[in-house]
């Protein structure tokens, strides 16, 4: 009989989240109804910001957030090349061209030295901002990011869809929360069947701004106007209108009854990751094929957890052959065929490029078991004949 497969991640669906999507089957709103306000009320109040607003997926929040923003054909906005292809494409979406920075090769994240290099070496206002994202799980350090940029008057999008959850203290006590909305404009999640929160499909814009919060709220609904009071005419109860050209970029009462339900152990669900960090942490340090093993670091999220491993490839291929999907995040965006096509190339970000060649992502979810986590770290050993 063969072993059961072992994902690099998944969703975890309870009863209770069963029974959440079934009372609003028999309901009578499967969309457009009570559900999703509670749900960005309850999301706001989960990552401590003012407003957010629940959409179809995390790149259409992406995608909402640049349109928003202005974002305009020619504008410049910087992000990593170590990402999922959407915290680059929204800004290709809007016209705007995409400048890629190498990342930090000790926390994977956007290097704040170079990006620091890149502006005072450029004429103020060739940027208008930037996409950081919290690999991983791991959150950036925005309040380093905004002094970086502040006097380039730059605006930032918070690319939190692995970051749920995380924080960074400070050593006078200040806390940042990923979505809290200090020392960015707009922050946004995905629940996506393998993010902490699942949905099948969705995700969240977080702000503290209220124009903004109010804006993406019609461009959410084909740009119609919500608040009857500022629409130009007036023929009746019925009547609405298109003030600018925006998206249905709409969530369901579906999809806000399981996040609403999953959000209520979202929690619970990062102790269990933390706890699957320490598993991992405690067998597999003493491995002279791994290169680096991510570490146990206080507000970390661990949506991920990637090790950088010699012969990578060749470990991928035999968990594989034994049902273990491990997966590699990300094949950098810069390499590409479409962002080549803009120039970019091989060798121009050496730091992302080598991390590629020894990264992997080891299985992490909430629902798994110890006798699976021994699994993996049984065919770890013995492909490097321990």
Same mark, same amino acid.
Not at 227 to 249: F, T
Not at 297 to 307: M, Q
Not at 347 to 368: K, M
């Given at each position: 009989?063969?072993?059961?497969?072992?994902?690099?991640?998944?969703?975890?669906?309870?009863?209770?989240?069963?029974?959440?999507?079934?009372?609003?089957?028999?309901?009578?709103?499967?969309?457009?109804?009570?559900?999703?306000?509670?749900?960005?009320?309850?999301?706001?109040?989960?990552?401590?910001?003012?407003?957010?607003?629940?959409?179809?997926?995390?790149?259409?929040?992406?995608?909402?957030?640049?349109?928003?923003?202005?974002?305009?054909?020619?504008?410049?906005?910087?992000?990593?090349?170590?990402?999922?292809?959407?915290?680059?494409?929204?800004?290709?979406?809007?016209?705007?061209?995409?400048?890629?920075?190498?990342?930090?090769?000790?926390?994977?994240?956007?290097?704040?030295?170079?990006?620091?290099?890149?502006?005072?070496?450029?004429?103020?206002?060739?940027?208008?901002?930037?996409?950081?994202?919290?690999?991983?799980?791991?959150?950036?350090?925005?309040?380093?990011?905004?002094?970086?940029?502040?006097?380039?008057?730059?605006?930032?999008?918070?690319?939190?869809?692995?970051?749920?959850?995380?924080?960074?203290?400070?050593?006078?006590?200040?806390?940042?929360?990923?979505?809290?909305?200090?020392?960015?404009?707009?922050?946004?999640?995905?629940?996506?069947?393998?993010?902490?929160?699942?949905?099948?499909?969705?995700?969240?814009?977080?702000?503290?701004?209220?124009?903004?919060?109010?804006?993406?709220?019609?461009?959410?609904?084909?740009?119609?106007? *919500?608040? =009857?009071? &500022?629409?130009?005419?007036?023929? !009746?109860?019925? #009547?609405?209108?298109?003030?600018? $050209?925006?998206? @249905?970029?709409?969530?369901?009462?579906?999809?806000?009854?399981?996040?609403?339900?999953?959000?209520?152990?979202?929690?619970?669900?990062?102790?269990?990751?933390?706890?699957?960090?320490?598993?991992?942490?405690?067998?597999?340090?003493?491995?002279? *094929?791994? =290169?680096? &093993?991510?570490?146990?670091?206080? !507000?970390?999220? #661990?949506?991920?957890?990637?090790? $950088?491993?010699? @012969?990578?490839?060749?470990?991928?291929?035999?968990?594989?052959?034994?049902?273990?999907?491990?997966?590699?995040?990300?094949?950098?965006?810069?390499?590409?065929?479409?962002?080549?096509?803009?120039?970019?190339?091989?060798?121009?970000?050496?730091?992302?490029?080598?991390?590629?060649?020894?990264?992997?992502?080891?299985?992490? #979810?909430?629902?798994?078991?110890?006798?699976?986590? @021994?699994?993996?770290?049984?065919?770890?050993?013995?492909?490097?004949?321990?």
């Amino acid at each position: 009989m063969a072993n059961k497969v072992i994902p690099y991640g998944t969703q975890d669906i309870s009863q209770e989240d069963i029974n959440a999507v079934v009372d609003v089957l028999k309901s009578k709103n499967l969309t457009q109804g009570p559900l999703i306000k509670e749900f960005e009320n309850k999301f706001a109040a989960y990552v401590n910001a003012k407003y957010a607003i629940a959409v179809s997926s995390g790149t259409a929040a992406l995608h909402l957030c640049a349109i928003a923003l202005n974002i305009k054909p020619g504008d410049k906005v910087i992000t990593t090349p170590l990402t999922f292809s959407a915290s680059a494409n929204c800004i290709r979406y809007c016209g705007g061209e995409v400048h890629f920075i190498d990342i930090n090769s000790d926390n994977f994240l956007i290097d704040t030295n170079k990006l620091e290099r890149l502006l005072e070496s450029s004429p103020k206002g060739t940027f208008k901002g930037i996409i950081p994202v919290n690999f991983a799980g791991r959150s950036n350090n925005f309040k380093e990011i905004n002094r970086i940029i502040k006097k380039h008057n730059m605006w930032i999008i918070e690319d939190a869809c692995h970051s749920p959850g995380a924080y960074i203290k400070y050593n006078n006590d200040e806390t940042i929360f990923s979505g809290d909305g200090n020392y960015k404009n707009l922050s946004i999640f995905s629940f996506h069947p393998v993010k902490h929160i699942a949905c099948g499909e969705g995700g969240m814009i977080t702000t503290n701004d209220k124009n903004l919060y109010l804006r993406i709220l019609n461009l959410r609904s084909h740009g119609i106007q *919500q608040d =009857k009071s &500022l629409n130009i005419e007036n023929h !009746g109860p019925w #009547y609405y209108e298109m003030q600018e $050209l925006g998206y @249905n970029y709409r969530i369901t009462d579906i999809q806000s009854a399981l996040g609403i339900s999953q959000l209520s152990r979202a929690k619970n669900n990062l102790k269990k990751r933390f706890e699957i960090v320490k598993f991992y942490e405690d067998k597999l340090s003493s491995l002279t *094929q791994i =290169k680096k &093993l991510p570490g146990f670091i206080d !507000g970390h999220a #661990y949506h991920l957890y990637v090790i $950088l491993v010699k @012969n990578r490839d060749g470990l991928i291929k035999y968990l594989r052959e034994n049902n273990v999907f491990a997966q590699v995040h990300y094949i950098p965006v810069h390499l590409m065929p479409y962002y080549k096509k803009f120039g970019w190339k091989n060798g121009d970000f050496p730091i992302v490029e080598d991390y590629y060649n020894y990264c992997l992502s080891l299985p992490i #979810y909430p629902s798994l078991e110890r006798k699976d986590l @021994n699994r993996v770290v049984d065919l770890i050993y013995k492909f490097y004949k321990y």
